[in-house]
């Protein structure tokens, strides 16, 4: 019987996170386990993965966590990664669609190439993904308890601001907007789909600017509530909406970004002058 109590409960719950060893997935991983889920962690890094989840074992959450390769980059790396879930569990009620890579090249000196691979993995890769597992989500969905699936966003896919990361903002920015068209697609089939529109968090991805204290001092200036991401603040977005608490919620992108997609660079009327 669900109750205000244990609104964010994922007890049964089976999930698969990409991208999950490091940074923003293995914080969202780790949100997961902890509400106790069954959580399968894949990356290109198979090692990497089993570590993550041999490592959140033993923290004495009430899920659980199992580490394989997968790579969403290619055809066949997504064929591969799914055929692997399908030996693992016939149900999937819970997809976050969290790999992907950067790029930062000032303009005039942004590659070609860069395009081709950015869009190639977070987007194409994450569409093809979820159409793959969509018999296995469909198996989880109901008009009470949704199947989820949460795509990995950015708060540069929503403002114009960041270093020179044109191919990257824009492949955000069409991860969401493909959230609202499968949210619109799916939801009747009982699935919802949100995304997550992170401001700086630190990671692998985001070491060359967050890695020092000095740099997240820096980063936390443009941030109107002062500070860099944790992981606490991706594991509560998680838990919120792949529990019964975001049974309600499809087709949103959740900014996590400390309120940086609202802010306004001046004020129109010079107010504060």
Known sequence: M?????LFDLTGKVA??????????????????????????????AEACEAVAAELNTKGYSGTAEGFGGDVATEEGIAALVAEVQSRTDTLHILMNNAGRSWGAPM??????????????????MFHLTQSLLPLLLKA?????????????????????????????VSKGAVHHMTRVLSNDLAPEFIT??????????????????????????????????RVGTAEDIAGALQFLCSRAGAYVSGAILPLSGGMQSAAPISIFNEDL
């Open 108 to 125: 005039g000196q942004h590659p070609y190439d860069a395009w081709d691979k950015l869009l190639k993995l977070n987007v194409q890769g």
């Open 16 to 45: 698969l996170v990409t991208g999950g060893a490091t940074g923003i997935g293995r914080m969202a991983a780790e949100g997961l386990v902890a509400a106790g889920a069954r959580v399968f962690i894949a990356s290109r890094k």
């Open 2 to 6: 669900m109750t205000p109590s244990n």
């Open 193 to 226: 789909v949100n995304a997550i529109a992170p401001g700086p968090f630190p990671s692998k991805m985001t070491d060359f600017a967050l890695g020092s204290e000095e740099g997240r001092a820096e980063s936390a200036k443009g941030v109107p509530l002062g």
């Open 141 to 169: 969905a109901s008009p009470e308890d949704p199947a989820r699936v949460v795509n990995v966003g950015s708060v540069m896919g929503e403002v114009p601001k960041g270093t020179a990361t044109y191919s990257y903002a």
